[in-house]
């Protein structure tokens, strides 16, 4: 199947810092990709989805100054978290969804998440 | 509004068979996901459907009824590492996620 990357894995700041997660699709190209948030024994949140070349669309009460996101390429989402905080501390994961040549309902099978990163704010 | 319920925790022993169910509620509906997350881990896909019916992949069966707006993920010959949660997640747009059903598996 389809792999995609994080980096890093595990990230521990100080308060006040910015941090940059990346997300990689290594062997296909990512035409959307999402990031979600999750806290302990919860679900996943939908945090915000990017287009390549395209500004990300935000989920609702999810700020955009706070949480940086660039889809640079076809390969590439970064997602920066500025000034952090420790009420962020969370489990961050992308997914990317490639480029589809099936049929309309085969969508959901292009979803694949990465390994995640674990981020702690002190 | 979007919303998906599921049952929060599931135990069973192996070799069993267990039904997790999952209803949603979507402004609009595509299909619905099955994911498997272990502990510290990133979700995995297992199933997805977009057509009223039962789909099999090995151990692992999905089922969605679009005019019931419901569906279920049927786990048979239970092994211990099954004992992850699992959530459903319904395709609009992009997907919602539900709560997410902790599956717990005892020898």
């Known amino acids: 199947g389809a792999v995609v990357s994080q980096h890093p894995s595990r990230v521990i700041c100080k308060s006040g810092t910015s941090v940059k997660i990346e997300c990689r699709s290594l062997?296909?190209?990512?035409?959307?990709m999402f990031w979600y948030r999750q806290f302990p024994k919860k679900s996943l949140m939908l945090m915000a989805t990017s287009n390549e070349g395209s500004k990300a669309t935000y989920e609702q009460g999810v700020e955009k100054d706070k949480f940086l996101i660039n889809h640079a390429s076809l390969t590439l989402s970064t997602l920066t978290v500025t000034s952090a905080h420790p009420e962020d501390s969370s489990f961050y994961i992308c997914s990317a969804r490639g480029r589809t040549s099936g049929i309309m309902h085969k969508m959901g099978e292009t979803q694949y998440f990465g390994p995640g990163t674990r981020l702690l704010v002190l | 509004g979007q919303s998906l319920e599921q049952p929060s925790e599931v135990t069973a022993v192996e070799g069993a068979i267990v039904q997790i169910n999952c209803t949603y509620q979507?402004?609009?509906?595509?299909?619905l996901s099955w994911y498997q997350q272990h502990d510290g881990g990133a979700p995995t896909f297992l199933s997805y459907?977009?057509?009223?019916g039962l789909e099999e992949t090995g151990r692992f069966s999905s089922f969605l009824s679009r005019s019931d707006s419901y569906g279920y993920l049927l786990l048979q010959e239970l092994q211990m590492k099954d004992s992850a949660s699992y959530f459903c997640?319904?395709?609009?747009?992009?997907?919602?996620f539900g709560p997410g059903t902790r599956l717990s598996v005892l020898p």
């Open positions: 979507t402004s609009g509906f595509y299909g």
């Open positions: 459907n977009a057509l009223d």
């Open positions: 997640a319904a395709q609009d747009q992009n997907f919602v």
């Open positions: 062997d296909f190209q990512a035409t959307t």
